[in-house]
């Protein structure tokens, strides 16, 4: 039984050692291969800013609901911000008046009580509603008619590593290397 051993010991040792050696030469050099036909453009997958332009109403119970376009892939683990227009201030070098965007939620506190713009989302659409403490049919028409609001869809990795503030949306359109133009437009009304 010892001799068994130590011959399969041999084996072990001899078989560990007969696996190093000196490194071959290297191989050849593939061929270049040909150049394919362009496909079609694909999906949006880094990043996206919407505009969306709608009214609160009592006929959609003081919500606004936009469905993704087929163009932008939202996936679950995406951030989706919503910012409002919440208002305009002159530029001071006399030129176009300068848009103010917030975060959502938000809250004012009027004359009537508490006023919230607020949101939800699926990775399929966004829905953004009023919320108060009074009868929102009282509200005036400034704070339900014709209002604007970005939507930004952010990868979750881009929200989250890049330090980027995201209450600030001309920091995360510059983060996303986006500009004005690129922002596609949407009245619901």
């Not at 007969?18 to 079609?40: A, H, I, K, V, W």
């Not at 951030?79 to 001071?92: A, G, S």
């Not at 939800?120 to 005036?140: A, C, G």
């Amino acid at each position: 039984m010892n001799r068994i051993k130590t011959f399969l010991g041999i084996l072990v040792v001899a078989f560990a050692i007969s696996c190093e050696g000196p490194q071959g030469p290297p191989g050849l050099n593939g061929f270049d291969g040909l150049d394919g036909l362009d496909g079609q453009d694909g999906i949006n997958i880094l990043g996206q800013v919407l505009e969306v332009e709608g009214t609160f109403e009592a006929a959609n119970d003081y919500s606004i609901f936009f469905e993704f376009p087929q163009s932008i892939e939202v996936f679950e683990s995406d951030l989706v911000l919503v910012y409002i227009l919440f208002e305009q201030t002159d530029d001071p070098d006399g030129g176009d008046p300068i848009d103010v965007w917030r975060l959502l939620p938000q809250t004012r506190i009027l004359d009537q009580g508490l006023l919230q713009y607020n949101y939800d989302h699926t990775f399929l659409d966004v829905s953004i509603f009023l919320e108060s403490d009074f009868d929102l049919s009282t509200l005036p028409a400034g704070d339900t008619d014709n209002q604007i609001f970005r939507i930004a869809v952010v990868p979750a990795e881009f929200g989250t590593d890049n330090g980027v503030d995201t209450s600030n949306l001309n920091a995360v359109m510059s983060a996303l290397e986006l500009d004005v133009n690129s922002i596609d437009k949407v009245s619901l009304d």
